[in-house]
C-alpha cells in the first residue's frame, strides 16, 4: 500500500533550506505520483524552467518561451503531514473492519503517527 497518494500535504524533508535557494521545509499538495520510478511531483516544489520551441496554435496564436513547471521528487525526500497539528509525521497502516451490503471485509487503512506512538 502507497504511503503517499495524490492529493495528500507533504513536506520536503531534504535538500537545501529556503535560504539557500532550496526547497526543504516547505509544503505542498501532491499532483502526480509515479510509482514506477518512486517519485511524486508537488505543487510548488522543484520548480524548473524549460524551453519549449515557437509555434502556432490553430487560431494562429504564438505559442512557446521559457515555461516553470514542477518536475519530480523522489518519495524518500517527502513526508506526510498530518492534518491535525501541521507538521510532518510518519504513516501507519492498522487493519479495520467494513461492512459493505451485509458482508465484513478487513482492509488495511493508512493514518498519521503521532510522535512516541505504539502500535
Not at 514506477?36 to 494562429?60: W, Y
Not at 517527502?78 to 492498522?94: A, C, E, H, Q, Y
Request: proline share 3%.
Amino acid at each position: 500500500m502507497a504511503t503517499i497518494k495524490k492529493g495528500d500535504l507533504v513536506q520536503v524533508i531534504s535538500g537545501a533550506t529556503e535560504a539557500r535557494g532550496g526547497d526543504r521545509g516547505k509544503q505542498g499538495r501532491v499532483i502526480e505520483v509515479l510509482a514506477d520510478k518512486n517519485r511524486v511531483v508537488v505543487e510548488g516544489i522543484n520548480l524548473v524552467t524549460k524551453h519549449v520551441r515557437v509555434g502556432q496554435t490553430q487560431r494562429g496564436t504564438k505559442t512557446g518561451g521559457i515555461e516553470t513547471h514542477e518536475a519530480p521528487i523522489h518519495v524518500s525526500n517527502v513526508m506526510l503531514v498530518d492534518p491535525k497539528t501541521k507538521k510532518p509525521t510518519r504513516v501507519g497502516f492498522r487493519e479495520e473492519t467494513v461492512e459493505k451490503n451485509g458482508v465484513s471485509k478487513t482492509v488495511r487503512v493508512r493514518y498519521a503517527k503521532k510522535s512516541g506512538e505504539k502500535f
